[in-house]
């Protein structure tokens, strides 16, 4: 009888896995995605920042670097749990006994997208026409060199005139094909080139740009052969939205696979989502508000003279407008808890973050007594200081951006505090394209705008030199003692050594103000949950998307996509162990005398 039993329990099992699995079956056709069908996989990322360029020569703005990245590699990229230097282009390089010479070997393997190889001669043409040609925006990379030349296909050779740390840093300059940048004669030429509006310049990364409609989307193709593994989709796609609130209705309906930087007021209507994952990436940004700084002295200001209001230039009223500020409630009340307030120009989460004496918080009561003591008086009963003497009112010229929302929020808050301590605002929303034009035009007074802040300090610490005016300098600040720290820095021995320098430099710009940093901001973003393979960095709570590499996208696929060695995750994946599950519990409770022992021995 009992053997009977066993029998029947076995023949029923069996008969309903061949039931679930059946159904399984079914639904799995039914569920089927591109990747399993042969169709084109695109993974489809939604932003409302618009990229302006795509010359990576002339870039600004963060689509404009996340493009670049994806197309071209770093001579060293960033490590993705430590944002450590590591290869990329070339090996890590080995460095002269004095110092002077650093050797990379080029990483064999690497073509560029027209066939042909990737060289020591792409490098070495990439980092003399920035030098050469003067691109402002990336010399300071490259700082006391004496030469850079490859000394055949696999080796570069950089040598210096003083001890340097700067090729670890690493150098943050996309390398370039030379075959395609050597027909131009100078910068101007470079510049002028439509090629980057139709895309079709030759690039060794991952990814391939095919396709871009201004204000609407670009599109990039995947490359099967990239030297550190072929990204599992076919092709990434950047959506543009006019604003937040179309972009999350496009991440809900399954328009788009990823949303990024999802302001914090929109980021409950996707929390209760049950097909959508909000992901809070930690710090990558820090949000400033930025004063004049121009003055006839500094050689791009007396080319390109400022119209900021004069009472900026003065160290009392900066120091008034920083006290006025609660830096706290607009984390609060602007980015809902979503970020600390900020202090220095590297974020807090960051190595080399420097945390000042006696940090300041807000007190109205001391700002309005420090312009009283400065001469600043309402001689008009308007509300409004003016200059002492009875001149210029204290009217500035506020702008904030329309592309970050939060920015005008935090504007509203700025102004009314102003307003407590008689200075006057006039806010001016603008978009970024407007605010870029501005700002190299010196035609402000105060402007909130941000930073996406690199792991090494040095390129962050560079943009308040007075050679990055008019170039990357928020302010056209300057201060040869700041200038010479600068240098001192590059320059320094040990890790310790330098710290001891960046530490005073961010305490000298803590105690200047020509800007005040607001907040550092932790960015959101969202996903569909019909996408698994996504790689953080750093971690933990890094960004899934626009990175210090293409971690990300090299590894996403549809939940269901097969990869070799991969796990998909989720999924059909879930359906299958639920499955296995359902088969298991029949088993077990049909044939639960014979299963008792095994279990017990196993839980022993």
């Known amino acids: 009888m009992r053997k009977n039993i066993r ?32 169709e084109k996989v695109t993974f489809t990322v939604g932003m409302v920042n618009d990229a302006i360029t795509f010359n990576p020569l002339k870039m600004i703005e963060t689509p404009e670097y996340e493009a670049a990245g994806a197309q071209y590699n770093l001579l060293l990229g960033f490590d993705q749990k430590t944002m450590d230097p590591i290869p990329e282009v070339a090996e890590l390089p080995t460095r002269s006994e004095d110092g002077l010479t650093w050797t990379f070997e080029i990483r064999p393997g690497q073509t560029w997208s027209d066939g042909t190889p990737v060289t020591a001669h792409d490098v070495a043409f990439t980092y003399n026409l920035i030098l050469d040609e003067e691109f402002g925006a990336f010399s300071d990379y490259l700082p006391f060199t004496d030469e850079i030349v490859a000394e055949d296909d696999d080796t570069l050779i950089w040598k210096t005139t003083e001890p340097t740390g700067a090729p670890l840093y690493p150098p943050y300059i996309f390398i370039l094909p030379e075959s395609l940048f050597s027909q131009f004669a100078d910068k101007e030429a470079i510049n002028k080139w439509k090629g980057f509006e139709d895309p079709s310049p030759i690039t060794s990364g991952p990814f391939h740009m095919t396709e871009w409609e201004r204000g ?32 999350v209705e496009a991440l809900k309906a399954g328009d788009i696979d990823f949303a990024d930087s999802i302001p914090v007021n929109l980021a409950p209507s996707l929390a209760n989502e049950p097909n959508i994952t909000l992901h809070e990436a930690g710090q990558s940004y820090f949000i400033q508000m930025s004063m004049n700084q121009c003055t006839d002295e500094v050689e791009y200001c007396a080319d390109n003279p400022s119209t900021g209001h004069p009472a900026l230039l003065d160290q009392d009223v900066r120091d008034a407008i920083a006290l006025s500020i609660d830096k706290q409630q607009l984390v609060d009340q602007v980015r809902r808890g979503y970020g600390v307030p900020g202090t220095t120009v590297t974020l807090s989460t960051n190595k080399w973050h420097f945390e000042p004496e006696n940090p300041y918080t807000q007190d109205l009561e001391e700002a ?88 090494d300090p040095d390129f962050q610490l560079s943009t308040y030199t007075e050679g990055q005016c008019g170039v990357w300098s928020d302010t056209c600040y300057s201060n040869p003692e700041y200038d010479k720290l600068y240098d001192e820095q590059r320059k320094a021995a040990t890790v310790e050594e330098r710290r001891a320098i960046t530490d005073e430099m961010q305490q000298i710009l803590y105690d200047d103000k020509p800007e005040i940093v607001l907040y550092y901001e932790s960015t959101l973003q969202a996903y569909n949950n019909s996408w698994t393979g996504f790689v953080e960095q750093p971690e933990p709570q890094g960004y899934l998307v626009f990175q210090y590499g293409t971690y990300s996208y090299r590894n996403v696929h549809p939940v269901s996509a097969s990869t070799a060695g991969g796990d998909d995750g989720g999924g059909n994946t879930g359906l299958i162990i639920g499955i296995i599950a359902a088969v298991v519990v029949v088993a077990i409770i049909v044939g639960v005398t014979m299963n008792r022992r095994r279990r017990d021995e196993d839980e022993a």
């Not at 072929?230 to 972009?247: A, C, H, T, W, Y």
Request: net charge negative; proline share 5%.
């Open 216 to 247: 609407e989307f670009w599109i990039l193709e995947a490359n099967p052969d990239y030297i550190d593994g072929g990204p599992i989709i076919d092709e990434l796609r950047f959506q543009v939205f006019k604003n937040e609130e179309s972009m």
């Open 7 to 38: 029998a029947g329990a076995t023949l029923l099992v069996m008969a309903m896995t061949a039931a679930i699995i059946t159904a399984a079956g079914t639904a799995l056709a039914q569920e089927e995605t591109p990747a399993d069908s042969g």
């Open 368 to 455: 309005n007594r420090i312009l009283d003591e400065a001469g600043y008086e309402d001689t008009d009963g308007d509300g409004v200081r003016e200059m002492p003497g009875g001149g210029e009112p204290l009217n500035m010229r506020f702008i904030v951006r329309t592309e970050n929302p939060d920015t005008i929020k935090a504007g509203e808050y700025i102004t009314a505090w102003l307003a407590e301590i008689g200075i006057g605002t006039e806010t001016q929303p603008v978009t970024d394209t407007k605010l870029t034009d501005i700002w190299y035009a010196n035609d402000y007074d105060m402007y909130i705008w941000g930073w996406g802040v690199e792991p």
